[in-house]
């Protein structure tokens, strides 16, 4: 099977390697691309704080170059297992990992009784994380430690949607909005043309268009390894 995936370049190489070696062909269709923002994460090491949150492993990415020895004890909260993969590598020593969503990694939070906490942030992100902690009571200082830019498509990535592929996969809902804002000359000619659509989680679908073709299906978990079980049947939680 043919399958889009849109994650940036970055991770965009570790899940083709797993798409081949489920048998399937990845087409790699990227629809942003990360701008790191060194100097403002390094200027809100320096700020008081007892904990670091992250929701991305992007934002894992964008502490590279950055002198981290002094904050390598500071416990990490991680959004799910990759990410809290990526902090380990990083060097971080106390990492603990939510269940994949904001929801759940404020809860951790909350749990765990954090205070003084840094939120190393995307943009654009989820609100739910955040507003999960201030529900609470706990105060969190966010700085944007990524940007995600919009990337063109050259001559040579539009040839590789024709045929149309049979899959796509997302993990976001910001990609979502991304890619069928240029995918639907392709989709309104391929009206007989069963699409699969594969998403992350329940909050990527709502930003899914409705159209005939269009087979939606979303991870049982918030996690790839999930996500990309889907492709062997495309069953999973078929919601429409």
């Known amino acids: 099977m043919r399958v889009i ?8 190489g570790r899940t083709a390697e797993k798409l081949r070696r489920l048998g399937h062909e990845p087409i790699l269709l990227p629809v942003t691309e990360p701008v790191h923002h060194s100097q403002a994460i390094a200027a809100a090491l320096t700020t008081p ?7 991305s492993a992007e934002a894992v990415r964008a502490l590279i170059g ?3 020895t002094a904050h390598y004890d500071t416990p990490v909260f991680a959004v799910g297992a990759a990410t809290a993969e990526a902090a380990r590598q990083a060097g971080f020593h ?3 990992a939510g269940t994949g969503t904001g929801e759940a990694l404020a809860r951790l939070i909350i749990d765990r009784q954090v205070g003084n906490l840094l939120y190393l942030a995307g943009d654009p992100r989820s609100p739910a994380f955040e507003a ?14 990524y940007a995600m830019r919009e990337v063109a498509w ?7 949607l024709s045929p149309l592929p049979e899959a796509l996969l997302l993990y976001s809902k910001e990609a979502a909005r991304h890619v069928f804002r240029r995918l639907t000359p ?3 000619e391929k009206r007989d043309h069963a699409f699969h659509v594969l998403c992350l989680s329940p909050q990527v679908a709502e930003a899914v268009p409705q159209k ?18 889907l492709l062997s049947s495309c069953g999973g939680t078929k919601i429409r």
């Open 5 to 12: 995936v849109t994650r940036p370049s970055a991770s965009a």
């Open 49 to 55: 704080h007892s904990s670091l949150a992250i929701t």
């Open 66 to 68: 950055l002198d981290l």
């Open 94 to 96: 106390h990492v603990e």
């Open 132 to 145: 999960g902690l201030a529900r609470a009571g706990i105060k969190v200082s966010t700085v944007v430690a």
């Open 154 to 160: 050259g001559a040579e990535t539009v040839a590789a």
């Open 186 to 188: 392709w989709l309104n």
């Open 212 to 229: 005939d073709m269009i087979e939606l299906h979303v991870a049982d978990q918030p996690d790839e390894d999930q996500l990309l079980l």
